[in-house]
């Protein structure tokens, strides 16, 4: 079955930079799309980056320019976050999209989260 597993998350002062990594431990060749997203306390959980080879990388507006997604293969992806805010505190959640070949049924799977911390 397949399992995402981020790592990278922790404390950082403002202004600072982390690195997340999310990788598949499962024998999946490849997803069609994967990504991050993040919810912090009282909020929704929304959209931090994804990256496609069809739609290629998107963006929240909040991170433009700070944040960028990248993936070595096609189960293993990165966040690259610099110049961190406070408002960037959140639990950050790997995600990724299978689309099925044959049946074209769409499979979701998320990672546990990774806390991200940035302290002002």
């Known amino acids: 079955q397949v399992q995402l597993v981020e790592s990278g998350g922790g404390l950082v002062q403002v202004g600072g930079s982390l690195r997340l990594a999310c990788a598949a431990s499962?024998?999946?060749?490849?997803?069609?799309?994967m990504g991050w997203y993040r919810q912090a306390p009282g909020k929704q959980r929304e959209l931090v980056a994804t990256?496609?080879?069809?739609?290629?990388t998107n963006y929240a507006d909040s991170v433009k320019g700070r944040f960028t997604i990248s993936r070595d293969n096609a189960k293993t992806v990165y966040l690259q976050m610099n110049s961190l805010k406070p408002e960037d505190t959140a639990v950050y959640y790997c995600?990724?999209?299978?689309?099925?070949?044959?049946?074209?049924?769409?499979?979701?799977?998320w990672g546990q989260g990774t806390q991200v911390t940035v302290s002002s």
């Open positions: 990256i496609s080879s069809t739609d290629g």
């Open positions: 499962g024998s999946i060749a490849s997803f069609n799309a």
């Open positions: 995600y990724s999209r299978l689309v099925a070949t044959i049946s074209r049924r769409t499979y979701e799977y």
